[in-house]
């Protein structure tokens, strides 16, 4: 007597799995950019949220912090020690990602700024992938 077997063949299970394979790395690849791009929304918030600390600092003293070099912005450089200690910020925000930086810049007058930023997807409006980006009052 015969018996028959039952079940999947090899060709079968690998067809599936390399079926699994090309759905999961879509799904990373997209699942990648989603986060880019919360990323750089973060980034602007920051960046506002600087600008906002700046515009307060500016209103107490009637100039910008002085800062004729850009200074990378760390949360414990000089910079964001000036705006922690005159309360006009509880905490100075810093990139979400290692490997990228904010920068502030001042002219020797401190009547006007830039705050530099990395973007790491060009989906936002005004703004270009890359390190290039700036933000002045």
Do not use: H, W
Request: proline share 5%; charged share 20%.
């Amino acid at each position: 007597m015969k018996r028959k077997v039952r079940g999947f063949t090899i060709i079968e299970l690998l067809v599936v799995l390399a079926v699994i394979a090309v759905l999961s790395s879509i799904a990373i690849v997209r699942f990648s950019s989603v986060q880019a791009s919360g990323r750089d929304s973060k980034r602007l918030s920051d960046v506002s949220q600087i600008q906002k600390a700046l515009g307060l600092y500016q209103i107490d003293n009637r100039f910008f912090p002085v800062q004729t070099s850009p200074i990378e912005i760390t949360g414990e450089d000089s910079f964001s020690l000036v705006l922690e200690s005159a309360g006009v910020i509880p905490e100075v925000p810093t990139d979400p990602l290692s490997g990228y930086t904010y920068t502030y810049q001042s002219n020797s007058a401190g009547t006007d700024y830039d705050i530099g930023f990395c973007l790491e997807t060009d989906g936002i409006p005004n703004y270009s992938q890359g390190c290039g980006n700036t933000i002045s009052p």
